[in-house]
């Protein structure tokens, strides 16, 4: 379909809609920015409960695949966020707390935000977990140097499907919906944030 000529009647629905799209692309993030959940992890309670909820997700995920258990055993540090929420009108976003870990031991907290601009519509609310396998990959994530580029995609979680995947320079990242469904979430563009404990 041609709609570049400017006399054709598409092409001034085509620039207007355009426009309506970069003038409330603002106004759009400023409203998910000001929606965004209390942070669990700003009080002890708060740390407890997601540190509760990071275990409750591990053992979802090991229920699902128990071949994650390697993945578990043997990374340097991982982290789990075990509740992300995506919703998308027009400008969709993400959000998550995680708990990072190493050696298996908990060393602090991380934020997980996303965003997309696009015609999208609907939510989903899913569980993800990311493997370090050397020391660099797990330093740049806690000096906050680590994002995941736009065309990124995590494995779904299924049974046996982590013994037929490999880390991806030093990352290796899982994901499923909240309940142990299967479900492949599009990672691309994911910032994080880090708190040492």
């Known amino acids: 379909m041609q709609i ?3 006399n054709n009647p598409l092409y001034k629905k085509y620039i207007d809609l355009t426009l309506l799209l970069i003038i409330s692309t603002p106004f759009l993030l400023t409203a998910c920015t000001a929606t965004l959940p209390h942070r669990l992890q700003s009080t002890p309670e708060g740390r407890q409960s997601l540190e509760y909820s990071a275990d409750t997700a591990k053992i979802e995920f090991l229920t ?8 578990f055993d043997n990374s340097i540090g991982y982290v789990i966020f075990p509740s992300i929420g995506k919703g998308a009108v027009v400008v969709g976003g993400a959000y998550g707390e995680g708990i990072v870990y190493e050696n298996a031991s908990v060393i602090g907290y991380a934020d ?4 997309t601009i696009g015609f999208q519509l609907g939510g989903q609310s899913f569980r993800e977990v990311i493997f370090f396998n050397d020391k660099s990959a797990l330093g740049d ?3 906050e140097k680590f994002k995941f580029s736009a065309n ?3 494995v779904a979680v299924t049974a046996g499907i982590s013994a037929a995947s490999d880390y991806h320079d030093g990352v ?4 499923m919906a909240k309940g142990g469904l299967m479900y492949e979430a599009s990672i691309g563009g994911q910032k994080f944030s880090y708190q040492p404990k």
């Open 152 to 154: 990124a995609s995590a």
């Open 172 to 175: 290796a990242v899982f994901t």
């Open 4 to 6: 570049q000529s400017k």
């Open 112 to 115: 997980l935000a996303q965003a």
């Open 64 to 71: 699902a695949d128990p071949d994650l258990k390697h993945y």
């Open 141 to 143: 994530f806690e000096q």
